[in-house]
């Protein structure tokens, strides 16, 4: 059985991912300490009481995932409620817990977008948007011309999600997408902006719609969890590979 050090996993992950180039909405890295040895890991997109009781359950030394515990937005929270029952376990069971949020989001090979382009087998791909100097998704052509219903479709494959689009009326084909995964409802202006075709994220208000379309972008919504669940994925592959870790990925139902 392969073990590695928490130090030397979390200085992997946080130079793999390039941590130290953003300003986020929280922390990224270790956020709550465990034991001081690691054999096998869990991964998920969010630290959930269901996450965290799972990877406890099958003896997880440490949890890494997109969505950590701790937000600026939060504030200073009390240990108690529903907050507690996230944290308590952690720390019963001496599971550390790694959190990436925006590096996950943007990074061009392990990240959440460049795991959907890669399934699009998109081309001539580089990053796109940009949060306090730093990019959050990815640009690129995709492999042929697309109606917007046949990218949709194909899309809800990829996601396993049912994707909403908004529907420019003077475009009829799409081949340049801009990608960023979650809640970045607003940056499809960002793809108005450099001429691109479609962009796609996790959610969709009701003005982005009609904006967007106003805009000429299509723009693609396939759930916030649905297009975040890749850049976990392709990050276990990465431990896997590095430490010869056990490994293995917690699903979760949440449909938004």
Same mark, same amino acid.
């Given at each position: 059985?392969?073990?590695?050090?928490?130090?030397?996993? #979390?200085?992997?992950?946080?130079?793999?991912?390039?941590?130290?180039?953003?300003?986020?909405?929280?922390?990224?890295?270790?956020?709550? #300490?465990?034991?001081?040895?690691?054999?096998?890991?869990? +991964? /998920?997109?969010?630290?959930?009481?269901?996450?965290?009781?799972?990877?406890?359950?099958?003896?997880?030394? /440490?949890?890494?995932?997109? %969505?950590?515990?701790?937000?600026?937005?939060?504030?200073? =929270?009390?240990?108690?409620?529903?907050?507690?029952?996230?944290?308590?376990?952690?720390? $019963?069971?001496?599971?550390?817990?790694?959190?990436?949020?925006?590096?996950?989001?943007?990074?061009? #090979?392990?990240?959440? /977008?460049?795991?959907?382009?890669?399934?699009?087998?998109?081309?001539?791909?580089?990053?796109?948007?940009?949060?306090?100097?730093?990019?959050?998704?990815?640009?690129?052509?995709?492999?042929?011309?697309?109606?917007?219903?046949?990218?949709?479709?194909?899309?809800?494959?990829?996601?396993? %999600?049912?994707?909403? +689009?908004?529907?420019?009326?003077?475009?009829?084909?799409? =081949?340049?997408?801009?990608?960023?995964?979650?809640?970045?409802?607003?940056?499809?202006?960002?793809?108005?902006?450099?001429?691109?075709?479609?962009?796609?994220?996790?959610?969709?208000? #009701?003005?982005?719609?009609?904006?967007? /379309?106003?805009?000429?972008?299509?723009?693609?919504?396939?759930?916030?969890?649905?297009?975040?669940?890749?850049?976990?994925?392709?990050?276990?592959?990465?431990?896997? $590979?590095?430490?010869?870790?056990?490994?293995?990925?917690?699903?979760?139902?949440?449909?938004?």
């Amino acid at each position: 059985m392969s073990v590695v050090k928490r130090k030397d996993l #979390e200085k992997f992950l946080n130079n793999l991912l390039n941590i130290y180039e953003y300003q986020d909405y929280g922390p990224n890295g270790l956020q709550v #300490e465990g034991v001081d040895e690691v054999s096998k890991v869990a +991964f /998920a997109v969010s630290a959930t009481r269901h996450s965290i009781n799972e990877a406890a359950k099958n003896g997880a030394n /440490a949890l890494i995932v997109h %969505h950590g515990l701790f937000w600026k937005f939060h504030g200073t =929270r009390a240990l108690k409620g529903p907050f507690a029952k996230r944290v308590f376990p952690l720390v $019963r069971n001496e599971i550390n817990l790694f959190g990436y949020h925006l590096p996950l989001d943007a990074h061009l #090979e392990v990240g959440n /977008a460049a795991g959907i382009a890669k399934l699009l087998k998109m081309t001539d791909v580089t990053p796109f948007g940009d949060y306090k100097g730093s990019p959050t998704g990815l640009r690129g052509k995709l492999p042929k011309k697309y109606k917007r219903e046949e990218l949709a479709k194909e899309l809800e494959s990829i996601l396993n %999600h049912k994707v909403i +689009f908004s529907i420019p009326q003077e475009q009829e084909e799409i =081949r340049t997408l801009a990608i960023i995964t979650g809640g970045a409802n607003s940056e499809w202006a960002g793809a108005m902006r450099l001429g691109l075709d479609a962009y796609l994220t996790g959610e969709m208000s #009701e003005h982005d719609w009609h904006e967007s /379309a106003e805009g000429g972008v299509t723009m693609f919504a396939g759930g916030h969890n649905a297009t975040e669940q890749f850049g976990v994925q392709l990050l276990m592959k990465e431990v896997e $590979r590095e430490f010869g870790l056990e490994c293995f990925f917690i699903e979760s139902q949440n449909p938004a």
